[in-house]
């Protein structure tokens, strides 16, 4: 066998090209460092056939004028792209692909060397004038770079990018008012993963000219914000307490940074006004969003404030208006509420205040008309906050239905107004309403279900959210 390969190199050489092709496909990717060290392997015994058949890589064949020349010099150009190949892939193995930054700085090196082997090649190999073929190659270089000009923008502006690191794999952003989570970063553009679920590719040499807005940064906090515009009929300081209750009712928001409410622009009809806050990023922003809009407008309603200085003036009452986004109540006629909001009597409460203690049984079902109110259930010793509510949301469930203790306590967080509907007046309510009677069944199931995954820490059986989804979504 040896003396076959002695008398017949060139062909073997070949052979062991394809097999280094095929074992290239068979080897899984997983094993990476198989994969090299079977073609630098490869390499070293083709090098080794062709010196011994007498050819130098360094030098043309020594057969002009025959068959075996050409063969020959394409396996000498052959061991030039194939050394170049094999240092690449040792490069890869040696710095691995860490983020866009290493990726690129490897495709940088690769062309590089893939350019000095092609030089070699034309200079040793095929006996070319390397200085006319340089001069030649520059000529070429400034015709195709005017060509591609918009391309190499991208290409340079890209290599800026990743020197700079305004944003990385997997950060949330805004570029150019395309707002997307980076999912690659290649030569020519970066690839965002919109909240839509499609992908938006925007050119490197745009992302590096225009204003780029990291959400991601500090990468552990990401920014949640909304804006209303309100009649400038409306005192502003009515408008801004309103928005701050809504910052205050929301759980998900980090107390540091502090939410935060300013008034962004006017004009002769309208005011246009943020709230912003923080979430751990992971968190379900455009859940956090939704709940903002829902809280702001709640707040407003109870503030008495319009979106629009269009909006018609409502006639109900304000204990009526009530009535109406309470979710356990939608089975009741227009006229029944009428008759149960001349029932509901107003309480008042300060910032701090306990409005149902845990334990007690409540005497009266209570109707959020403005604050915050803040639940809490026990841990042992102690108690944790399981979420917070806004108006249109009720508590004492459990005494109306059961006469039943409370399972929680409520604090007012803010100053607060509530509405109180007699046990008598809610009970007759019920026994007329089996619907407003299997509505409360079903809130008070799922609090208690709620209080139980939150105390045995089984998030995955809350919804995002966890308590807060029991406060909004339910009362």
Not at 34 to 48: A, D, E, K, N, P
Request: glycine share 8%; charged share 20%.
């Amino acid at each position: 066998m040896l003396a076959l390969i002695q008398n017949h190199p060139l062909i073997f050489g070949v052979a062991l090209l394809l097999m280094d092709l095929l074992a290239w496909r068979i080897i899984p990717s997983e094993l990476r460092t198989w994969r090299v060290l079977g073609r630098v392997l490869c390499f070293l015994l083709f090098s080794t056939l062709i010196i011994d058949a007498g050819l130098n890589p360094l030098q043309p064949p020594p057969w002009p004028g025959s068959t075996l020349n050409l063969v020959a010099t394409a396996l000498e150009i052959v061991w030039w792209l194939y050394c170049a190949r094999t240092l690449t892939v040792v490069l890869g193995l040696l710095m691995p692909r860490i983020g866009h930054a290493g990726r690129l700085l490897q495709d940088v090196l690769g062309a590089v060397i893939f350019l000095v082997a092609v030089v070699a090649a034309a200079a040793y190999v095929m006996q070319l004038p390397v200085k006319g073929l340089l001069a030649t190659s520059g000529v070429m270089a400034i015709v195709i770079g005017l060509a591609l000009q918009s391309t190499l923008s991208d290409v340079f502006s890209g290599i800026v990018l990743n020197t700079t690191k305004p944003y990385q794999l997997d950060d949330w952003i805004s570029i150019d008012g395309t707002e997307g989570k980076v999912v690659e970063i290649d030569w020519r553009a970066t690839h965002l993963l919109t909240g839509k679920g499609s992908t938006v590719v925007i050119p490197n040499s745009v992302a590096a000219k225009t204003k780029v807005h990291n959400f991601s940064r500090p990468y552990e906090l990401t920014n949640v914000s909304i804006s209303l515009r309100v009649s400038t009929q409306v005192r502003p300081r009515r408008v801004l307490d309103a928005l701050e209750k809504t910052l205050q009712g929301i759980s998900a928001l980090l107390a540091d940074p502090k939410p935060k409410v300013a008034i962004k622009e006017s004009d002769l009809e309208s005011m246009e006004y943020e709230a912003s806050g923080f979430i751990r990023t992971g968190q379900n922003k455009t859940e956090v969003r939704n709940l903002m809009f829902d809280l702001a407008h709640r707040h407003l309603e109870a503030a008495g404030i319009a979106f629009s200085s269009e909006t018609p003036p409502q006639p109900w009452s304000r204990p009526r208006l009530l009535l109406e986004d309470v979710k356990i109540f939608r089975a009741l006629s227009s006229e029944e509420k009428d008759t149960l909001s001349q029932v509901m009597a107003p309480l008042a409460f300060s910032a701090g205040q306990e409005i149902l203690g845990l334990g007690e049984v409540a005497d009266g079902l209570l109707v959020i008309g403005t604050g915050v109110v803040s639940a809490a259930v026990p841990d042992g010793a102690n108690m944790i906050e399981a979420g917070r509510m806004g108006p249109g949301e009720i508590l004492g469930e459990e005494g109306i239905a059961n006469d039943a203790p409370s399972q929680a306590r409520f604090t007012a967080l803010t100053s607060c107004v509530l509405y109180r509907i007699e046990r008598d007046a809610i009970r007759t309510c019920l026994d007329a309403r089996v619907e407003v009677r299997a509505a409360i069944t079903r809130l008070r199931t799922f609090r208690e279900q709620a209080s139980r995954n939150l105390l045995l820490q089984k998030p995955q059986a809350i919804r995002k959210g966890g308590f807060l989804s029991w406060l909004h979504k339910k009362s």
